[in-house]
């Protein structure tokens, strides 16, 4: 499902206009962004939670050359999805 | 963050009430869940995109008693930050 897709559903299960529905959208987004690139996590109900995790820096070495590299720490997105999401995905 | 803040903040950028906010969040993320235990993804532009992936069963062994167990194959959901995510957690 892509965007389109996604906005065409929405606005036709509210009573939204597909524009309405698609800046709230956007809106939605931007808004866990923000948060996220301040490092906070952002809990969805019946859905996850949106947080930031930070990869440690760790030596990696090419099997060939055996050369060493220190691959630096990054900052990377992760999603955990809740219970209540899990168990509806399992059955 | 959680829901109500998030709710409260998209109803300070937007022209909605937090109610409608509010119903609009749930029905974004039920339709995602619809699509997923359908095992469709669902890709939101500038944000990133949900799938399920099915987990193959493997063989864990218990260290003390050697014993062998099947765990059994299932699905799990992910979200995959697309690039313009990740260049803004980045910086």
Redesign the interface.
């Known amino acids: 499902?892509?965007?389109k897709e996604?906005v065409s559903?929405?606005a036709n299960?509210?009573k939204?206009s597909s524009k309405d529905?698609s800046?709230?959208?956007?809106?939605?987004?931007?808004?866990?962004?923000g948060?996220?690139?301040e490092e906070?996590?952002?809990?969805?109900?019946?859905?996850?939670t949106?947080e930031?995790k930070k990869k440690l820096e760790r030596v990696l070495v090419n099997p060939i050359t055996k050369q060493r590299m220190l691959v630096p720490p990054?900052?990377?997105?992760?999603?955990k999805?809740n219970t209540s999401?899990?168990s509806?995905?399992?059955s």
């Open positions: 499902m892509n965007n996604l559903e929405l299960r509210t939204w529905v800046s709230l959208v956007s809106a939605t987004v931007s808004v866990i962004i948060e996220l690139t906070n996590s952002v809990a969805i109900p019946s859905f996850g949106f930031v990054k900052m990377v997105v992760s999603f999805p999401l899990k509806r995905i399992k």
